[in-house]
C-alpha cells in the first residue's frame, strides 16, 4: 500500500475503506519526529499528503475543506485582523484567512516542520500565501503555543489530524479553555470535527467537550470527498455565545466568495442544516 | 476482488477508488440477463448490494439517498397519490413514499427480477414494504412502461443505475420527456443524477437533458458516503414549472420526516444550496 504503481487503501475501522486510489508516483516519503509524511501522485486526485497512512488533502478537493474550516467562523466574527490557525502546515487555510480584507496577521502554528516542507515542494498553490508578509510561521506545539496567548486573536482555526497520535491534546476540554482564552472577546473558533457518518460518537464527544468549554457550538457539515464516507463536520463557538444568523457579515461572505470554488452564502447558511440521526447524537 | 477474505475497491476513472470494504462473506452471486449481481456483507457497513461490481446501496447508509431522492419531490407535490419509481427494486424507494399519507398507489417498474429477489432476500427492511397492498411491482423496462402512460402519476422518482449499460436511456431527453407526459398536470420528478465532485460534466449534461425536456430543472445535493466520491446529486423537475420553495408542503414535511434518519424540513431547504464551482457547472 506504500509502494508506486499499487493501489492504496485507507483502512478505516479495519474492515472499512476511506479513499482507495492507484498510486502512480510516490513523490516523497519522510519519517518526522512526529508521524510518517508523504506525498504522493494520481492521475485522477492530483498530489496527496498522507500522514501515517491518512489522506490529509488532495489537489482535486481541497477547496471544500479549507473553505469551510475557515470562512464559516471569518464571516461570523465582526472585522476579524489577528487570525490563529493551529496545524494546517500545508498552508490552505492560511491562503483562505488571507481572502479576508482587513486581516493584519495570521499565525501559523504548526507541530510539525516536515508537513510544510513537503507542502512548499508539493502544494505549491497552498503554502505560497506562507511567504505574504501578514504572515508569521511558527514551528511548535500548538497547546503550548495558545496557552501562551490571551485575548489576543480574534478567529482561531483548528486545522487538525484525527484525534489519534499527536493531535489527540486538540481534541481535550482544557485545550478549548485555553482557546477560548486566546480568542479576543469578539472571537470565534472553528474546528474540524470528523465524520458524523461514520463517526458520530466520536463527533458527539468532542462537540460535548467544545460545549463544555465554550457554554456554545455549531456543528456544521462539509463533504469532502477524501476523508472516510466523504460527509465531514467543522463546528463552530463564540468566546461569547452569540446566534450564528445574528452575527453573520453576509457583505464580506459575498466578497470573499468571488475567489472561493466552494463557500457561498447559501452554502453559509444551508451548511448548519443537519440531518435527523445527527441532530439527535449532538 | 470478488471472494470472501478480500478487499473490494469500486474502480472509478481507472485510477481512484469509490467505495472501499473488506468482503466478510459473499452472500449472493448471480448474473441476470441485465447485469452481474451480488449482495456481501462486511462487518462496518452491513448488507452491500453490487451491480456489475458498482456499490448501489449498503445498509448503513441506504437512508441517505432514500430519504432524498423521495422525499424532496413527494414534499412539493400537492397530495401526491399516484406515484411511480422507475429502477429500485430493493424497494428503499417505496418504504418512503408509503411514509406519505394520502399515497394510494405506487408502481415499481424494475427491469431486472432478480434484483428484487436479491433484495427480497437480504435486504428485507426496505424490500418488505413490496408487500403492501397499495403497491405494484412492474418487472419490465422502464422506457416501454412510461411511455405507455399518460397523465397518471402525481410523483416520479428515477432510482437508476449509472448511465452505462442497461440504464442509459433513462438520462436521454426522450426519456425526460415521457416521463413529463406521465405526470398529472401539478406532477413532479425526480432523479439521481450522479456526483458533482467527480463527474460535474455528466451531472451537468444531464441536467441539460432534463431542462430540454421539462423548461425547468432544480438540482439539490445529498451526501451518498457510498457512492463515489461521497458527494451525490438529484434535480428535481415540475411538469409545469414552479418555484420548489413556494410549493413545498411543509406540514407533510414535518409529519413525514418524523419518521426519517436523513430528511426534515431544514434539510430539504439546504440541499438547494449549490457550491460555487456546482452552480458555475450548471
Redesign the interface.
Same mark, same amino acid.
Request: proline share 7%; net charge neutral.
Given at each position: 500500500m506504500r509502494t508506486a504503481d499499487s493501489?492504496f487503501?485507507e483502512v478505516?475501522?479495519?474492515? +472499512?475503506?476511506g479513499?482507495?486510489? &492507484?498510486i502512480?508516483e510516490v513523490l516523497y516519503e519522510k519519517q518526522s519526529p512526529y508521524q510518517n509524511i508523504k506525498v504522493v501522485r494520481?492521475?485522477?486526485?492530483g498530489n496527496i499528503m498522507l500522514l501515517d497512512d491518512l489522506v490529509m488533502l488532495t489537489d482535486k #478537493?481541497e477547496?471544500?475543506y479549507h473553505d469551510m474550516l475557515v470562512h464559516v467562523p471569518m464571516t461570523c466574527v465582526d472585522n476579524p485582523e489577528s487570525v490563529l490557525i493551529v496545524g494546517g502546515g500545508d498552508g490552505g487555510s492560511v491562503r483562505e484567512v488571507l481572502k479576508h480584507p482587513g486581516v493584519r496577521r495570521v499565525v501559523l502554528c504548526e507541530i510539525d516542520g516536515m508537513v510544510i516542507e513537503a507542502a512548499r515542494e508539493y502544494f505549491p498553490a497552498l503554502s505560497s500565501c506562507l511567504d505574504d508578509p501578514r504572515v508569521e510561521v511558527v514551528v511548535t506545539d500548538g497547546i503550548e503555543y495558545v496557552k501562551a496567548h490571551r485575548n489576543e486573536f480574534d478567529c482561531i482555526c483548528i486545522d487538525s489530524t484525527d484525534p489519534i497520535g499527536p493531535a489527540v491534546g486538540l481534541f481535550s476540554i482544557e485545550f478549548y479553555g485555553s482557546i477560548r482564552d486566546a480568542l479576543t472577546d469578539r472571537g470565534a473558533m472553528s474546528a474540524q470535527t470528523e465524520s458524523p457518518?461514520?463517526s458520530l460518537d466520536q463527533v458527539s464527544s468532542i462537540v460535548k467537550n467544545m460545549r463544555q468549554a465554550f457554554g456554545n457550538a455549531y456543528p456544521y457539515?462539509v463533504?469532502?470527498?477524501c476523508y472516510p464516507?466523504?460527509?465531514w463536520s467543522c463546528t463552530l463557538c463564540f468566546k461569547q455565545d452569540r446566534n450564528p444568523a445574528d452575527v453573520f457579515d453576509r457583505d464580506r461572505a459575498e466578497l470573499v466568495?468571488q475567489r472561493?470554488?466552494? &463557500? *457561498?452564502t #447559501?452554502?453559509h447558511?444551508?451548511?448548519f +442544516?443537519?440531518? *435527523?440521526?445527527i441532530?439527535q447524537a449532538l
Open positions: 493501489w487503501i478505516f475501522d479495519g474492515k +472499512a475503506g479513499l482507495s486510489f &492507484y502512480d494520481n492521475a485522477f486526485l #478537493d477547496f471544500f457518518a461514520w457539515l463533504p469532502v470527498p464516507s466523504g460527509l466568495s472561493c470554488r466552494y &463557500y *457561498n #447559501d452554502i447558511r444551508a451548511c +442544516a443537519l440531518p *435527523n440521526f441532530k
